[in-house]
């Protein structure tokens, strides 16, 4: 399969959490953070991905990658991996912290309308974690989000 894009969206987190959300949310029968759980590092809502950070406050790196079929894995040590399925009717998707809303860009898709697989990877957790007690890091924890179509 191949990889089609990368983008980058540096995006904040507030009490350890992050979410993919369509950003058509008219449809969506919760909106973030209502039923975000900080129990696992990954879950699905309905047009939605919940992520638990490992730091309180902090800003994080996002990079998102479009495959055109299953993505590889990719190389290097990660901390977490999960896999998920997301429905995206917009074809963005919006990056929102708990209580600071979303980020100022968003990951586009290139097929609205469409439910798309997603291998999310976190790396620097404990980094970030301990110096989230003394301050505000930016970029310690690091996502790579891959999406293919589903």
Same mark, same amino acid.
């Given at each position: 399969?191949?990889?089609?894009?990368?983008?980058? %969206? /540096?995006?904040?987190? /507030?009490?350890? @959490?992050?979410?993919?959300?369509? $950003?058509? /949310?008219?449809?969506?029968?919760?909106?973030?953070?209502?039923? #975000?759980?900080?129990?696992?590092?990954? &879950?699905?809502?309905?047009? *939605?991905?919940?992520?638990?950070?490992?730091?309180?406050?902090?800003?994080? &790196? #996002?990079?998102?990658?479009? =495959?055109?079929?299953?993505?590889? !894995?990719?190389?290097?040590?990660? /901390?977490?991996?999960?896999?998920?399925?997301?429905? +995206? *009717?917009?074809?963005?998707? *919006?990056?929102?912290?708990?209580?600071?809303?979303?980020?100022?860009? &968003?990951? !586009?898709?290139?097929?609205?309308?469409?439910? =798309?697989?997603?291998?999310?990877? +976190?790396?620097? *957790?404990? $980094?970030?974690?301990?110096? +989230?007690? %003394?301050? !505000?890091?930016? @970029?310690?924890?690091?996502?790579?989000?891959?999406? =293919?179509?589903?």
């Amino acid at each position: 399969m191949k990889l089609l894009e990368t983008q980058h %969206v /540096d995006a904040d987190v /507030d009490f350890y @959490g992050l979410s993919l959300q369509d $950003a058509d /949310d008219g449809w969506l029968p919760a909106m973030f953070p209502e039923g #975000f759980a900080q129990r696992q590092f990954l &879950s699905e809502q309905p047009g *939605r991905i919940d992520l638990t950070s490992a730091g309180h406050t902090q800003t994080v &790196s #996002f990079d998102a990658e479009i =495959w055109s079929g299953p993505a590889q !894995v990719p190389c290097g040590e990660w /901390d977490e991996s999960a896999t998920a399925r997301i429905e +995206c *009717r917009s074809g963005e998707l *919006r990056l929102w912290a708990v209580a600071g809303g979303p980020a100022p860009r &968003s990951i !586009v898709l290139p097929h609205p309308s469409a439910t =798309w697989n997603v291998r999310v990877r +976190c790396r620097g *957790r404990a $980094a970030a974690a301990r110096a +989230c007690r %003394v301050g !505000v890091p930016h @970029g310690l924890e690091q996502y790579l989000a891959q999406f =293919w179509p589903g």
